[in-house]
C-alpha cells in the first residue's frame, strides 16, 4: 500500500506571496491533519480534516488554511506569507477510527525569502 | 503542551539495546503513550503505542509502569540507522479527534 505523498516537496517563495501544499492520504484513510515544524517551535498541529470537514484546529492565524476533497486529499494553503513561515509542512493520514495511528508523510520544505 | 518528559539525549552503541525513558505522571485513564521517530529532516515514523499493557512489534517494545506514569521504549539492538529524534507522545485514542502534541522529543545516537 502506498504511503502519505506530499507535493511539491520544496518550494522557495517570497514575502507576501501565496502557496498551496498537497498530501495524498494512504488509499482508504479518511482523517488528514496538517503540522508545521520550525527549529524554534518543533512540530506543531495546524489542522485536521476528516470526510471534507475540518474537525480540529490548532493555534495559527487565519493565513493558515485547509481543505479536503471526496477522494481525501488535502490542500493547505498559507496567503500573505512572512519568513517564519519558513518551515517543515507535514501531513499525517489515519482512518480516522477508534485506535488507528497517523502515517506522516515525506514533508515540504518552505523557504520565504 | 506536551504531557511527557525525555531526556534532550542519549547514546547507544550499536548491536546493543537502546531503552529510551518517558515520564508522563499525567497521564488520564484513557490516554494512549504513542512513540514516533523522526530521522533528520524526513517525516515522522510511526513505532508503537500502547495502554496500560506491554506491547511489542517488530520495531520494538513499549514497556509501561503499572502507574502508568512512565514508559520506555526498548530497541533490542540498535542499529546506525535508528539514530534519531525520538518522540514520546500522550493521546487520546486516536480517531476522534487526530491531533498529536510533539514535545522536544530525545536525540538517540548510535555509535559504531
Known amino acids: 500500500k502506498a504511503g502519505v505523498t506530499q507535493t511539491p516537496r520544496y518550494l522557495i517563495k517570497t514575502r507576501g506571496q501565496q502557496v498551496t501544499l498537497s498530501c495524498s492520504p494512504i488509499?482508504?484513510?479518511?482523517?488528514v491533519s496538517w503540522y508545521q515544524q520550525t527549529p524554534g517551535q518543533g512540530l506543531q498541529f495546524l489542522f485536521e480534516?476528516?470526510?471534507?470537514?475540518?474537525?480540529n484546529k490548532g493555534n495559527f492565524p487565519g493565513r493558515f488554511s485547509g481543505r479536503q476533497f471526496s477522494n481525501s486529499r488535502s490542500e493547505m494553503n498559507v496567503s500573505t506569507l512572512e519568513l517564519g513561515d519558513s518551515a517543515l509542512y507535514l501531513c499525517?493520514?489515519?482512518?480516522?477510527?477508534?485506535?488507528?495511528?497517523?502515517?506522516f508523510g515525506p514533508g515540504t520544505r518552505l523557504t520565504v525569502l | 503542551d506536551a504531557k511527557t518528559t525525555q531526556p534532550p539525549s542519549m547514546d547507544c552503541a550499536e548491536g546493543r539495546a537502546a531503552n529510551l525513558p518517558c515520564n508522563h505522571s499525567t497521564i488520564s485513564g484513557n490516554e494512549y503513550v504513542y512513540w514516533y521517530r523522526q530521522i533528520h529532516s524526513q517525516g515522522p515514523q510511526y513505532i508503537i503505542h500502547?495502554?496500560?499493557n506491554n506491547e511489542t512489534n517488530e520495531m520494538a517494545s513499549l514497556i509501561i509502569t503499572e502507574d502508568r506514569k512512565s514508559s520506555t521504549l526498548i530497541l533490542p539492538h540498535a542499529t546506525l540507522r535508528d539514530t534519531a529524534v525520538y518522540y514520546c507522545i500522550v493521546s487520546p485514542p486516536q480517531g476522534g479527534s487526530e491531533k498529536l502534541v510533539f514535545g522536544k522529543g530525545m536525540k538517540l545516537t548510535v555509535n559504531p
Open positions: 500502547g495502554l496500560k
Open positions: 480534516y476528516f470526510s471534507e470537514t475540518q474537525r
Open positions: 499525517a493520514s489515519s482512518s480516522g477510527t477508534a485506535r488507528d495511528t497517523q502515517y
Open positions: 488509499s482508504g484513510h479518511r482523517s
